[in-house]
Each structure stands twice: as structure tokens, then as C-alpha cells.
């Protein structure tokens, strides 16, 4: 698609954006929790498995963001969260029920457990108080797997969603935070899906609906502001 028709859908999309004062209401660093999705090694870094999604991810500033808001959250006290997706070599409890696994399985890089391919990829840092969280099966990194009783645990009630991609995991990590009873917030210029113009699509005309969209450099600014007032 070409770039004018691209800023054209973006600036559709960020009509969905949330206003400063909601989005404060909602992040308060002590019930916020950040999540990254499939910001591995084997998904978006140098040695992907899926090139076209993992330049995508870089080029658009994606992935930045993603080190943007996790360095941000560090600084502000929220809990942040890893959510990786990986597979035994065996493949013993991996899905097959759906074309995107078998495709998956014939990938020349493969997720497995314990390689470099499911280690976060840079710029993100991850700190030790960071909780990496493992699946090695189904398309969300929420259901099914251990994020919601830690979330409960740990005081979330606003789940900050960014990463990959906007094709699968995103959608299926918001409407699982909804139906959880989760605020979802979608930082929109730090996921990344494919084609380049599906993201701002998803964005308005899905994940508006049951989401609050916002920018990182908003996101960054309400955990700035309640960084000062809890330090006051």
C-alpha cells in the first residue's frame, strides 16, 4: 500500500484514541501491568522466523516503543510482563488444529524451549523483578496459561497490551483481558502486524471497541505524572 494511503489509515485509527484524562484514570502504577507478546528473538529479531512480521515491527518503530514503554514502566514501578511464545522439540502439547501451526512447524527457525529464539529480543531490557511467562500452546498469551491468576495476584486491574502481532496474539490478548474483567489499554504505535496497513484497521475498527487506544508518548506521560505525585 502506499505511504499516503497508510497515514490515511492511521489517522483514521487514531480517532479511537483515548483522551489524557481517561487514560490517567486508568493507569495507576500500583493496579497497572505492562505485557509484552512474542517480543522474542525468533519473532522479532534479527533471526526471525517470520522476516516480514519482524521488519514490520522494527520499521514502523513497534518494537521501539515496546523498550520505550517497558523502560518507562520499569521507572514508574509497574510490573511489566513477558508474555513467550515456544514449543518442545518434540512437540509434545503444541496445537495442530489450525493451518497457522502446521505452517509453523516447517519454519526454518523454530521456537524452542530453552533457545535463543524465545529470549526477549533488543532493545527490550528485562529487569529481575520482570515475570516471563511461557506457553507452549494456543494463540493467546492470556487463556490457558498462567497470566491471570498473576495478574490477579499482583493487584492488576489495567493490563497495558503491546508487541505481536496484530494479526493473532494482540486481538486474542485484549479480548481475553476483557472478558476477564482487565482494562485493556492498546499502546497503538507499539504493535505490529501484517500487511503494514492491517494494524491501524484492527486498531479502529476492532480493538476501539473494547479497548483504550493510546499512543506510547501518552502512556509514558500518565506514568511520568503518577510517578511525581506518589513520590510527592
Known amino acids: 500500500m502506499a505511504r499516503s494511503s497508510l497515514g490515511t489509515q492511521w489517522r483514521l485509527a487514531s ?13 495507576d502504577p500500583s493496579s497497572t501491568v505492562l505485557m509484552t507478546v512474542e517480543c522474542q528473538q525468533g519473532v522479532v529479531g ?39 511464545a515456544e514449543r518442545r522439540p518434540d512437540g509434545r502439547g503444541a496445537n495442530r488444529n489450525a493451518r497457522l501451526f ?24 528485562v529487569a529481575d523483578e520482570d515475570i ?8 493467546s498469551p492470556v487463556a490457558g496459561t498462567d497470566v491471570d491468576p498473576l495478574l490477579r495476584n499482583l493487584g492488576c486491574r489495567t493490563l497495558i497490551v503491546t508487541g505481536v502481532s496484530a494479526n493473532v496474539a494482540i486481538p486474542n490478548a485484549v479480548f481475553d483481558a476483557v472478558n ?9 504505535d507499539a504493535i505490529a502486524g501484517v500487511p503494514a496497513d492491517y494494524t491501524p484497521a484492527m486498531i479502529r475498527n476492532t480493538l476501539a471497541l473494547v479497548a483504550t ?19 510527592a
Open 15 to 27: 480517532r479511537a484514541m483515548a483522551t489524557k484524562e481517561l487514560l490517567a484514570e486508568q493507569l
Open 102 to 125: 502446521r505452517a509453523a512447524e516447517r519454519l526454518p527457525v523454530q521456537q524452542y524451549s530453552g533457545s535463543r529464539a524465545v529470549r526477549i529480543a533488543e532493545p527490550i531490557e
Open 213 to 231: 487506544v493510546a499512543t506510547t508518548d501518552d502512556i509514558l506521560g500518565c506514568l511520568k505524572v503518577a510517578r511525581r505525585v506518589t513520590r
Open 46 to 84: 534479527a533471526d526471525s522466523a517470520l522476516p516480514e512480521l519482524a521488519k514490520e515491527a522494527r520499521e514502523s518503530g513497534a518494537l521501539y516503543n515496546v523498550a520505550r514503554l517497558v523502560a518507562g514502566a520499569h521507572e514508574a514501578g509497574v510490573q511489566v510482563l513477558h508474555a513467550v
Open 132 to 139: 516471563v511467562v511461557r506457553r507452549l500452546h494456543g494463540l
Open 180 to 188: 476477564l474483567g482487565y482494562t485493556a489499554v492498546v499502546a497503538a
